[in-house]
């Protein structure tokens, strides 16, 4: 008994010198790393006061008297305009996640699947006679404007749900890495309502502030929206035949070459192709007959003189290799991303050939339903 009584006493002073067990911290359901703690948190979303006006603060009252001065806007309408839009935290959130880039083999199905075949097919029989004017004049084929507007809303579907004027607001002022930049396209958007009769607290888009159809930045709107069915208004948000217009100007500005090809797959061998992987955003500058010189054969017939990149992406089955050309570099200035004008180009190719068929209820390809 006296054996017992004294290895229960051990037990007692042992657990009572223990260090606690620890806290265990609440699943983080959200993909955001824990919180800091206050005296080292960095400004974040609980920066951004909600629920005070923007014209309560002092740098919006600044910018607010710079645009009475450098465009002669009322001030006082100005202000009222400010009075009733608000910063919203959930943007700054969204713009400070760390952005981790997917291989190709996860990219490329969310923006090639039935669903957006469809759909662009669809888009594209309610608007030929659009998108053929627009190819006409701008020299864009239909498959690559109604495969942007496929990615960036899905034919509509998508416009964003942020009030413009606050997206560009929060991020101008409460977002200082790109502050400079919002604060410009907030310049914009101000000059654009003004010069379109919209009401400045109306249009909605994307937390980053793009807006319509295709997702125009306002400095883009102002350069390369186009009033394309002659009503007097450049409406991207309701009338697809301006959005047409739009992104087919966009591309013809920035430097479209009508009838030349996009991209082709290719295959390589030897030593000398992996230091010729374009791994910048930079115009082709190989001819197709020098990359042949060097283990990399295009799988099309393209010529022997047109300027190529060598692309690499990661499939599902390893590294797949592709040629950009000089259309494909374009699509690249409507979104700085290699795998972005892949899935522009290979949807649009997508979408002509169910345009194309002779009826609508046509299977699937293999290809696509091993995507899903």
Known sequence: MKRLYLLLSVALWLSACAPPPP?????D????????APETASPGPSAVNAGQPLADRADVRAFIREMAARHGFNTARLQAVFNRAYAQPSIIAAMS???EAKPWSAYRPIFINPKRIQGGAAFWRANETALARAE?????PPEIVVAIIGVETQYGGNMGKYRVLEALSTLAFNYPRRADYFRKELEN??????AEGIDPLAPRGSYAGAMGYGQFMPSSFRSFAVDFDGDGHRDLWRNPRDAIGSVANYFNKHGWRSGEPVAAPARVSGAAYPDLVSRKLSQPKYSVVSLRARGVIPEASVRDAQAAMLLEFQGQDGPEYWLGFDNFYVITRYNHSQLYAMAVYQLGQEIRERHER?????PVPERLARAD
């Open 97 to 99: 996640r760390p952005a």
């Open 23 to 27: 806290i265990r911290q609440p699943l």
């Open 189 to 194: 958007f101000l000059l654009l309502t003004r």
């Open 358 to 362: 002779p009826y609508a209820g046509a």
């Open 136 to 140: 006409r004049v701008y020299g864009v």
């Open 29 to 36: 359901r959200t993909g955001l790393p824990p919180t800091p």
